[in-house]
Antibody, heavy 127, light 110 residues
Framework: EVFLVESGGGLVQPGGSLRLSCAAS????????MTWVRQAPGKGLEWVAT????????YYVDSVKGRFTISRDNAKNTLYVQMNSLRAEDTALYYC????????????????????WGQGTLVTVSS | EIVLTQSPGTLSLSPGERATLSCRAS?????????LAWYQQKPGQAPRLLIY???SRATGIPDRFSGSGSGTDFTLTISRLEPEDFAVYYC?????????FGQGTKVEIK
């Protein structure tokens, strides 16, 4: 059975940093794209970042580019996101999710839908 | 960026009734396939994948859930609402970067 368990959330002041982790089990972690999705309190889902199986490709939503860094350790079956220069608008529940790979003749391989999700870790940015 | 607009915002129905949820994209999400997924989220829980590729049910999803559509217009249908189906539903397009979600449709008990 697939399990994804996030950790590392908490209260941080604006401008501060936080590193989230996501421990994966029940599947071959190194064979899947992985992603972070966040949900502000009472709001909808927002994709944050995605990383390829071997870490060679990374994608970010514009609002976190230059501030967040997604990474992974396939030996430890763990996904990370380093969040710097945090802002109040980064306050959210952060989910990690497994992404299924898609293929299109014109585009090649790319990350697709998210088939398994963790329960999330809450990040609150406030003074 | 592709904008997904879900309608209605809230759907008030009774158990046993049919639910029809719409997701409209600002540009086509169909190339060789339709890159559109649906998720269900209950209060205090993570989203759960229901449908991918516009019409394929995810593992373990009951057949009362069905998806249809192509191009820019997609529909999630719940044929007969069960008590556990009252939740918020999101569509997601993953055909063009960045992937985006709709704002959600809440299905509530009438």
């Amino acid at each position: 059975e697939v399990f994804l368990v996030e950790s590392g959330g908490g209260l941080v002041q604006p401008g501060g940093s936080l590193r989230l982790s996501c421990a994966a089990s029940g599947f071959m972690f190194s064979s899947y794209w992985m992603t972070w999705v966040r949900q502000a309190p009472g709001k909808g889902l927002e994709w944050v970042a995605t990383i390829k199986e071997d870490g060679s490709d990374k994608y970010y939503v514009d609002s976190v580019k230059g501030r967040f860094t997604i990474s992974r350790d396939n030996a430890k079956n763990t996904l990370y996101v380093q969040m710097n220069s945090l802002r109040a608008e980064d306050t959210a529940l952060y989910y990690c999710a497994r992404a299924r790979e898609e293929y299109d003749f014109w585009v090649g391989y790319f990350p697709g839908f998210f088939d398994y999700w963790g329960q999330g870790t809450l990040v609150t940015v406030s003074s | 960026e592709i904008v997904l607009t879900q309608s209605p915002g809230t759907l008030s129905l009774s158990p046993g009734e049919r639910a029809t949820l719409s997701c409209r994209a600002s540009q086509s999400v169909t190339r060789s396939s339709s890159y559109l997924a649906w998720y269900q989220q209950k209060p205090g829980q993570a989203p759960r994948l229901l449908i991918y590729g516009a019409s394929s049910r995810a593992t373990g999803i009951p057949d009362r859930f069905s998806g249809s559509g192509s191009g820019t217009d997609f529909t999630l249908t719940i044929s007969r609402l069960e008590p556990e189906d009252f939740a918020v539903y999101y569509c997601q397009q993953y055909g063009r970067s960045p992937t985006t979600f709709g704002q959600g449709t809440k299905v509530e008990i009438k």
